[in-house]
Every structure is written in structure tokens, then in C-alpha cells.
């Protein structure tokens, strides 16, 4: 995997390595032990997917506001997910709430093809940004993600970055038969992260633990 080398950030020199390192220090001292998902946090520039106002914070294991009432995700918690996906290198993966598109990158940095979906224009234009500067060529939908994107159907993994009341039907039909989902389920502002697979039977769920999100708004999630 390459780093982003000394030129991450506009064209300045990448002077946020070191904090960098610090966030992965943190990462694997909460429990972390995927070297995959460490080496991903290693080398994605996160201060580039943050606005200005907030760059000096940019490698504080914290949310940060991104604006449009959004925000870009704690990294322990996008940790966990990415090692509970245990992505080996080639799965072609669905994410749906790109945000600010920094877990895109990460998940760029861990699986072969990476399709997002954002319902916000404003932040997929942002994260689309973030994402060229970052050296990184995604594709991306602006939409309703509780739809899917059935064009590249079936995906090995999803992962749902925002909070539903249920598994989106459509999403379950575009796993593939041994893919596996993340979703944060329950109620607004409280959920459990779960993580979905297909069985023969049906589907399977199994609740991972306590989840805040976001809502995850659209046909097959909350009203807006
Ligand atoms: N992981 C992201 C990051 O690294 O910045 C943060 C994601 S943020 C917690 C959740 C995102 O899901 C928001 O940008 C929100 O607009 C988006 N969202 C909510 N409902 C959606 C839907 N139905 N389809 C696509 N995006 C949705």
C-alpha cells in the first residue's frame, strides 16, 4: 500500500504524519488489532476530508462536523466496523452515506472497488473533492442508498454508515450470497450495530453492540 506520501494535503508537504501515527497508537490501545485496518488509518489523509475549520482536529479520535447537520465519523468506531467487514483486498463493496468520504478512502485502502451513495449533493461534491486530492477515483451516486445501486449488484460488503429503522430490502438483494453488511438498526439516535449476512434460510442478524448515528433517511429508513 503506498502512503500518501510527503505531498498529502494540496500540495503542501504532509506535516500530519505523526499524528497519523498517534490515532493508529490510539486505534490499537482500544482494541484494534487488524494490521489491515491499521495500515489504512496509517496512510488516509483524514485532515483532507475535513472542513478547514475543524483541520486542527483532524486526527482526534472524535465526530467532527462537516456541515448540512453531518458528521464524519469517531475512527474507533469506523475501526471496528472495517474490522468487523474483514475485508481481504479484492471484495467489491457498497457504502452507503459517504459523508465527508474519508471511511470511502478507507475502505479504497482495504478492498478492490468501491461504489458510495450520498443523498446530500453538497457533501458528495465535497467528499468527491476530498477524495481526488486524496489521489482516490470512487464511484459515486448522489441518492437514496436505502435503494442500492443495483447496476454493479452483488456486492461482498456493505457497510451502512447511518442509522435505520430496518434492513433495507433492496440492500439484502444486492449481497452477494456470502457478503456480509454493517447496519446501525433501532431507533433515531440510538442503535445497535449489526451486521447481516444471507443464509439459505433468509437472513441472519446479530447485534455487535451500541450504535449513534446518524439517520439514514429515505424509502427504507427514517422520513426526512
Ligand atoms: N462515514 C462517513 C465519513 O467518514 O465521513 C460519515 C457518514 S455520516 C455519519 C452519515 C451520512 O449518511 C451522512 O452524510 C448522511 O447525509 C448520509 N445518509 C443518510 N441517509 C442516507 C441515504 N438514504 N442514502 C445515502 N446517504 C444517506
Redesign the pocket.
Known amino acids: 500500500m503506498t502512503p500518501f506520501g510527503s505531498d498529502a494535503g494540496a500540495g503542501s508537504r504532509d506535516t500530519y504524519g505523526g499524528y497519523r501515527a498517534r490515532l493508529v497508537d490510539q486505534l490499537r490501545a482500544q482494541g484494534i488489532r487488524d494490521l489491515a485496518v491499521l495500515q489504512a488509518f496509517s496512510v488516509t489523509p483524514r485532515h483532507l476530508?475535513v472542513p478547514e475549520a475543524v483541520r486542527h482536529r483532524a486526527y482526534e479520535d472524535a465526530a467532527l462536523p462537516?456541515g448540512?447537520g453531518?458528521?464524519?465519523?469517531q475512527p474507533f468506531t469506523?475501526a471496528r466496523y472495517l474490522e468487523t467487514l474483514g475485508l481481504k483486498g479484492d471484495e467489491k463493496v457498497l457504502e452507503?452515506?459517504?459523508?465527508?468520504?474519508?471511511?470511502?478512502a478507507l475502505l479504497a485502502a482495504l478492498a478492490g472497488p468501491v461504489f458510495t451513495?450520498?443523498?446530500?449533493p453538497a457533501?458528495a461534491k465535497s467528499a468527491q473533492a476530498a477524495l481526488r486530492s486524496a489521489g482516490l477515483n470512487v464511484s459515486m451516486l448522489v441518492?437514496?442508498?436505502?435503494l442500492g445501486w443495483s447496476a454493479y449488484a452483488p456486492y461482498d460488503a456493505i457497510l451502512v454508515?447511518?442509522g435505520g429503522p430496518e434492513i433495507p430490502p433492496p440492500l439484502v438483494e444486492q449481497l452477494s450470497s456470502r457478503g456480509r453488511m454493517i447496519i446501525p438498526l433501532g431507533a433515531r439516535g440510538a442503535q445497535k450495530l449489526t451486521v447481516v449476512r444471507r443464509t439459505a434460510g433468509g437472513v441472519q442478524t446479530t447485534p455487535i453492540g451500541d450504535a449513534r448515528?446518524?439517520?439514514?433517511?429515505?424509502e427504507h429508513?427514517f422520513d426526512g
Open positions: 476530508f462537516i448540512n453531518q458528521t464524519i465519523s469506523q452507503v452515506g459517504t459523508g465527508s468520504g474519508y471511511q470511502t451513495i450520498e443523498r446530500v457533501l441518492g437514496d442508498g436505502t454508515a447511518a448515528f446518524v439517520p439514514l433517511v429515505g429508513g
